[in-house]
């Protein structure tokens, strides 16, 4: 058996209030296996416990493992070739992106993450954006493999969808408006990789067979409310609860979306899903950022989970979510990175201080985030909707040894005031360049920045090898099929009025 112990100036165990957590100072963890068997100060721990090995330095803060709650890919869009844009038109804008490897592609964000303290992501895949030449489950594979060659937790899941692939409305209604070969390339291309209910629940049951293990959790993905028929919508619920797994779906993301439901339902696409008997704990909603007061209500009454993206839905012009209100109610809320961060990278601290400042509402009564509420989004709350819970999310005996060192030299030079509070340091000043060393159940992945078990250099080489090859005539066609459908997609949505009503929040006033 390997016992380590695993120490630091500071180390943070649990968030314990609104404005205060559990902190050792001169504190350690001992780990053994994988499991943490006890902490306490450095001194006892040492004294107490005979150890195959120690690390830590007495500049650095031991913390629980972070949690990207809701990711889709490796290379982010813009990387690509496809700019931030409105989501609506961005999702064809998307289109034109070059195929990549999806193993290579998975292990290269792994990468990225684990070095900014991620232990534990969300990953949620688009089924049809698998190669079609590939088996469902075979393709699928190949991510959960790269997750597995990495050594991260991760809660993974294919989103599904069966209709309006275009604009919010029939396909076919659709493309009788357009000229009709550009109706027929588009039509050929939606429909280039079919793939039946039937064809994907068996699949998911095959993931959830073979796939599934300690460090992997297979969840189901209605992609979203407006993109799922009604029974599908059914059938995804009913096999997330026969297998007792979760379901991650999208949900009110943009304000069309939101009118989707207004026109279609006379009510939002969550309360749609209400009347549909798909919410509960097991569900975990991507985004959320046009809910009502009665969504909220929905949300807090049903135990349903939101997946918090700031940056994204800054960068896709989609709002901001009310993230306040959700807290004042309980409502469970995870952050994730949704792809690509603010700065176009996967650093899921700056993600966190991104969380905290946004939802700031003007005026000095005014509640908002505090830096150790942003904190237990990152851990506990993460832990819950990936189904970890009992594992992951706070340092303590019994659970799992996922632990993050953090370098302090950055944050504290040339000076910081030596009444701050480690929590706010971490949150006000961090940013995924100060991890030095990651954890997961007892492996050590990344030492002094250096990967253990992975070759990073090697890693990358493959992957821009592998990207260094002409396009294809299909993804070729592909580009040049998305920019002329593209004003097409735009004036339909164009010609919906954006609804209106009082904000959650207000920002500034025109008079």
């Known amino acids: 058996m390997t016992t380590t112990l695993i120490w630091g100036k500071q180390v943070v165990t649990r968030i314990t209030g609104t404005s205060s957590a559990e902190v050792i100072t001169d504190g350690a963890v001992v780990q053994r296996d994988g499991e943490i068997i006890e902490i306490g100060s450095y001194r006892d721990m040492r004294a107490k416990y005979e150890v195959d090995e120690e690390i830590g330095g007495s500049n650095q803060v031991v913390i629980p493992g972070l949690i990207n709650a809701h990711h889709h890919v490796g290379l982010t869009p813009f990387q690509l070739g496809a700019l931030d844009a409105p989501l609506e038109a961005w999702i064809i804008s998307r289109w034109a992106m070059r195929d990549v ?25 688009m089924a049809a954006r698998l190669p079609a030449d590939v088996g469902l489950f075979d ?133 749609h899903l209400l009347e549909l008997g798909v919410l509960g704990p097991e569900v975990s909603c991507a985004h959320g950022v046009w809910l009502t007061e009665s969504d909220v209500d929905i949300l807090a009454e049903t135990g349903t989970a939101i997946c918090h993206n700031p940056s994204s839905n800054l960068r896709l012009k989609s ?34 201080r991104l969380a905290q400042k946004i939802h700031r509402e003007p005026g000095i009564s005014s509640r908002s985030p505090t830096s150790h509420q942003v904190f237990e989004l990152n851990t506990v709350n993460g832990s819950k909707i990936t189904f970890f819970e009992d594992q992951i999310g706070t340092l303590e005996p019994g659970k799992r040894a996922d632990l993050v060192l953090i370098n302090m030299d950055r944050i504290e030079e040339p000076y ?23 954890i997961v159940d007892g492996e ?68």
């Open 101 to 125: 490897d999806p193993y290579l592609d998975t292990l290269y964000c792994a990468i990225q993450m684990i070095e900014s303290g991620i232990t534990t992501v969300m990953h949620n895949h």
């Open 416 to 438: 910081l005031h030596p009444d701050t509070d480690i929590v706010d340091a971490l949150v006000f000043r961090g940013k995924g360049l100060d991890v030095d060393t990651v």
């Open 139 to 271: 393709a699928a594979s190949q991510i959960v493999d790269a997750y597995e060659d990495s050594g991260m937790r991760v809660a993974f899941s294919l989103s599904h969808r069966d209709q309006n692939h275009l604009v919010y409305e029939d396909d076919e209604k659709f493309l009788a408006t357009l000229p009709s070969e550009l109706a027929s390339g588009v039509r050929d291309h939606i429909n280039a990789r079919p793939i039946t209910l039937e064809d994907y629940l068996t699949a998911n049951a095959e993931l959830l067979d073979k796939k599934q293990s300690d460090r992997t959790n297979i969840f189901i993905s209605p992609h979203n409310v407006h993109w799922c028929s009604d029974d599908m919508l059914r059938a995804m619920s009913d096999f997330a609860r026969r297998n007792n797994t979760g379901l991650h779906i999208h949900l009110q993301e943009t304000i069309y979306q939101k009118m989707y439901g207004s026109r279609h339902w006379s009510k939002t696409p969550l309360g």
């Open 319 to 352: 709002g901001v979510a009310p993230i306040n209100r959700l807290m004042d109610r309980n409502v469970t809320v995870a952050i994730g990175i949704d792809e690509a961060g603010i700065n176009d990278d996967n650093d899921i601290i700056q993600e966190m």
């Open 444 to 511: 050590v992945l990344l030492r002094n920045k250096v990967f253990e078990r992975l070759d990073k250099a090697d890693v990358i080489a493959r992957f821009k090898d592998s990207l260094a090859r002409p396009l294809t005539e299909r993804e070729i066609s592909r580009g040049a099929l998305s920019k002329q459908l593209m004003p097409s997609i735009e004036k339909w949505f164009s010609a919906w009025p954006l609804e209106t009503g009082d904000p959650h929040y207000t920002y500034n006033l025109a008079d």
